[in-house]
């Protein structure tokens, strides 16, 4: 009777023990896996998700280029036919590099001066080869915003000089520009909203910043008393890829007295492509994305997009850069007048700055008396310096 009754409690406690158990048990099972869209009749979702996706690297928050790409995204929406997904990334370098290496990446904006500093540090193989260009874009001004003491270019020598993060123009751009006019300031690598602040402490002196003015980094900065933007001389040694421009009162009226003008020069930017062979799912992909880029530019030229998409040429040429295979297709057909070649766009820039200087506008009669000048002055200047 008494084993009878041990064996009876036993049990129970048994069962006790695993109904106790059981739960933690199943908590610390595995769950199972989420179905695949496959899995649950959604296989033509992802296709279709994909298969005319376009991914646009653009660059920083605080930067014009990727206010581009989401104006791109708006304008070239036509899913399923076409989507444009614009990308924060670090810039013009690292957009090259994200091009070449991240997967996703069929598109960026980059600038016109960094396939030659890729040639000359030789960190990209054959890089000329594997990257083309689609049009040349809008000019991104250098601007050069600094504290009270500093009068000139010459007065950063030694000082820290934020050239914003890694891979960005400002860094490129910025770096290539303060080697020719053989300044050499302490290159400090932030943020330069972060940059900014320090620049009140006095822990930097000044920041280089390269992007499309206006930008929000200083158009939405309160003035702090003293500190100015600095004059960037148009040297001999800047006329490869660099224009003279200037920044203006109308586009920081925060930070310039009405009327004031601030020389400086500006690169132009690239919308630039991989060099994918024509019969390739890539290259039909992005050949979609140039007929729908041309096709629709004029909506660019509207409000309430940057009013810098009226600066863009899209037939322009660009010097050291080979065109893409669709683009010159798409170009040839238009037939462009011949005043929009090789140039025109650095003629466009000086006629801005000259007027915004001035306040004066040419006649399209004088402009056009004066575009035959200047060409006449690029072609003496491209034989001079092939003789030389």
Same mark, same amino acid.
């Given at each position: 009777?008494?084993?009878?009754?041990?064996?009876? $409690?036993?049990?129970?406690?048994?069962?006790?023990?695993?109904?106790?158990?059981?739960?933690?048990? /199943?908590?610390?099972?595995?769950?199972?896996?989420?179905?695949?869209?496959?899995?649950?009749?959604?296989?033509?979702?992802?296709?279709?998700?994909?298969?005319?996706?376009?991914?646009?690297?653009?660059?920083?928050?605080?930067?014009?280029?990727?206010?581009?790409?989401?104006?791109?995204?708006?304008?070239?929406?036509?899913?399923?036919?076409?989507?444009?997904?614009?990308?924060?990334?670090?810039?013009?370098?690292?957009?090259?590099?994200?091009?070449?290496?991240?997967?996703?990446?069929?598109?960026?904006?980059?600038?016109?001066?960094?396939?030659?500093?890729?040639?000359?540090?030789?960190?990209?193989?054959?890089?000329?080869?594997?990257?083309?260009?689609?049009?040349?874009?809008?000019?991104?001004?250098?601007?050069?915003?600094?504290?009270?003491?500093?009068?000139?270019?010459?007065? $950063?020598?030694?000082?820290?000089?934020?050239?914003?993060?890694?891979?960005? /123009?400002?860094?490129?751009?910025?770096?290539?520009?303060?080697?020719?006019?053989?300044?050499?300031?302490?290159?400090?690598? @932030?943020?330069?909203?972060?940059?900014?602040?320090?620049?009140?402490?006095?822990?930097?002196?000044?920041?280089?910043?390269?992007?499309?003015?206006?930008?929000?980094?200083?158009?939405?900065?309160?003035?702090?008393? !003293?500190?100015?933007?600095?004059?960037?001389?148009?040297?001999?040694?800047?006329?490869?890829?660099?224009?003279?421009t200037a920044l203006t009162s109308r586009d920081y009226p925060n930070l310039l007295e009405p009327g004031q003008i601030v020389d400086t020069v500006g690169v132009p930017q690239v919308l630039a492509v991989y060099n994918w062979p024509p019969e390739t799912e890539r290259y039909r992909?992005?050949?979609? #994305?140039?007929?729908?880029?041309?096709?629709?530019?004029?909506?660019?030229?509207?409000?309430? #997009?940057?009013?810098?998409?009226?600066?863009?040429?899209?037939?322009?040429?660009?010097?050291?850069?080979?065109?893409?295979?669709?683009?010159?297709?798409?170009?040839?057909?238009? /037939?462009?007048?011949?005043?929009?070649? /090789?140039?025109?766009?650095?003629?466009?820039?000086?006629?801005?700055?000259?007027?915004?200087?001035? !306040?004066?506008? @040419?006649?399209?009669?004088?402009?056009?008396?004066? #575009?035959?000048?200047?060409?006449?002055?690029?072609?003496?200047?491209?034989?001079?310096?092939?003789?030389?």
């Amino acid at each position: 009777m008494r084993a009878t009754v041990l064996m009876g $409690l036993l049990a129970a406690g048994l069962g006790v023990a695993a109904a106790w158990v059981g739960p933690a048990a /199943a908590q610390t099972a595995r769950a199972p896996r989420p179905a695949t869209a496959a899995a649950v009749g959604e296989g033509g979702k992802v296709q279709e998700s994909n298969e005319w996706t376009v991914g646009l690297a653009g660059g920083l928050l605080e930067g014009t280029n990727i206010r581009f790409a989401a104006e791109m995204a708006k304008v070239l929406d036509d899913r399923p036919n076409l989507r444009v997904l614009p990308m924060v990334t670090y810039g013009a370098l690292g957009n090259i590099e994200d091009l070449l290496y991240l997967k996703g990446v069929d598109v960026t904006i980059t600038s016109a001066d960094v396939l030659e500093e890729f040639v000359r540090k030789g960190t990209l193989a054959n890089i000329k080869n594997r990257v083309r260009y689609i049009c040349s874009f809008y000019i991104n001004e250098v601007h050069v915003y600094v504290r009270p003491e500093i009068k000139t270019l010459e007065d $950063l020598n030694g000082k820290k000089v934020s050239f914003n993060t890694a891979g960005s /123009a400002a860094n490129l751009t910025g770096g290539i520009i303060f080697d020719r006019l053989h300044i050499n300031a302490e290159r400090v690598l @932030m943020n330069n909203s972060i940059a900014l602040e320090k620049m009140r402490s006095g822990e930097i002196a000044g920041v280089v910043h390269v992007t499309g003015a206006p930008t929000d980094l200083f158009a939405k900065y309160k003035p702090e008393p !003293g500190f100015h933007f600095l004059p960037v001389p148009y040297a001999s040694n800047l006329k490869d890829y660099y224009v003279p421009t200037a920044l203006t009162s109308r586009d920081y009226p925060n930070l310039l007295e009405p009327g004031q003008i601030v020389d400086t020069v500006g690169v132009p930017q690239v919308l630039a492509v991989y060099n994918w062979p024509p019969e390739t799912e890539r290259y039909r992909r992005v050949a979609r #994305f140039v007929e729908y880029f041309f096709k629709r530019f004029d909506q660019f030229r509207q409000p309430p #997009f940057h009013p810098k998409w009226n600066e863009i040429n899209l037939a322009s040429s660009l010097p050291g850069w080979t065109r893409f295979k669709a683009a010159e297709e798409l170009l040839a057909q238009e /037939a462009p007048p011949p005043e929009t070649g /090789a140039g025109k766009q650095q003629f466009d820039a000086w006629m801005r700055a000259r007027a915004a200087k001035t !306040g004066q506008r @040419m006649t399209d009669e004088e402009a056009g008396a004066l #575009f035959k000048q200047f060409q006449e002055w690029m072609k003496r200047e491209g034989s001079q310096s092939a003789v030389r």
